[in-house]
Nanobody
Framework: QVQLVESGGGLVQAGDSLRLSCAASGRPFSNYAMGWFRQAPGKERDFVASITPSGGSTYYADLVKGRFTISRDNAKNTVYLQMNSLKPEDTAVYYC?????????????????WGQGTQVTVSS
C-alpha cells in the first residue's frame, strides 16, 4: 500500500508560480515512479508530468513543458511540481500518483495509487 497526500494548491494570478508537494508513505519511496495529473471541471484527468524512482528521468505533457518541473526528494518521501508562468487554463485539481514500476508513463492505468487532489485556481 502507498498513501499519498498532496498540498500546496491555492488561488493565484496568471503569471504567478506555485509549488505542489506530495508526501508518500507505505512502500519504500525510492522504489517507484511518480506522476502528476490534473482534472478540470467536466474534463478527463490528464497527464502532467512523470519522474523515475531515482529522479534521473522526467517526462512532461506538451502543454506544461518549459513551465512546470517535477522533482523528488527520496530522503523526504516527497515529490514536487514546480509550476511557473501559470495560465487560467492550468486551473484544475492536481493529483499525484504512484507507479510501482520504474518506468515513465502518461497513462492513468499505470498508476496504482492516487492522492486526494489539491485545487489550483489561476485567475486572469
Amino acid at each position: 500500500q502507498v498513501q499519498l497526500v498532496e498540498s500546496g494548491g491555492g488561488l493565484v494570478q496568471a503569471g504567478d508560480s506555485l509549488r505542489l508537494s506530495c508526501a508518500a508513505s507505505g512502500r519504500p519511496f525510492s522504489n517507484y515512479a511518480m506522476g502528476w495529473f490534473r482534472q478540470a471541471p467536466g474534463k478527463e484527468r490528464d497527464f502532467v508530468a512523470s519522474i523515475t524512482p531515482s529522479g534521473g528521468s522526467t517526462y512532461y505533457a506538451d502543454l506544461v513543458k518549459g513551465r512546470f518541473t517535477i522533482s523528488r526528494d527520496n530522503a523526504k518521501n516527497t515529490v514536487y511540481l514546480q509550476m511557473n508562468s501559470l495560465k487560467p487554463e492550468d486551473t484544475a485539481v492536481y493529483y499525484c500518483a504512484a507507479n510501482l514500476g520504474s518506468y515513465l508513463s502518461t497513462f492513468r492505468s499505470a498508476y496504482e495509487y492516487w492522492g486526494q487532489g489539491t485545487q489550483v485556481t489561476v485567475s486572469s
